[in-house]
């Protein structure tokens, strides 16, 4: 299943957490700032262990975090 990252709702649920930058999600998250980048910049899609991270931080569950894409 082709999938990407639904960067509006990674924004919210950082944005609740206090987090508003790339920066502070990168340091909640423990993920590098490069890749918090490319996520954010749409060029890199997630890999499972990512979403693993963003719903353990975060909340919810990882397909809150994705959406479908056509092939």
Same mark, same amino acid.
Do not use: C, H, N, W
């Given at each position: 299943?082709?999938?990407?990252?639904?960067?509006? /709702? &990674?924004?919210?649920?950082?944005?609740?957490?206090?987090?508003?930058?790339?920066?502070?999600?990168?340091?909640?998250? @423990?993920?590098?700032?490069?890749?918090?980048? /490319? &996520?954010?910049g749409g060029k890199s899609k997630p890999l499972v262990e990512t979403l693993i991270?963003?719903?353990?931080?975060? @909340?919810?569950?990882?397909?809150?975090?994705?959406?479908?894409?056509?092939?």
């Amino acid at each position: 299943m082709p999938y990407r990252l639904r960067i509006d /709702r &990674l924004r919210e649920a950082a944005a609740a957490a206090g987090d508003k930058t790339g920066t502070e999600i990168a340091q909640r998250t @423990g993920l590098s700032q490069p890749q918090v980048s /490319r &996520l954010l910049g749409g060029k890199s899609k997630p890999l499972v262990e990512t979403l693993i991270i963003l719903k353990r931080v975060y @909340g919810g569950r990882m397909d809150d975090f994705i959406e479908e894409t056509a092939a």
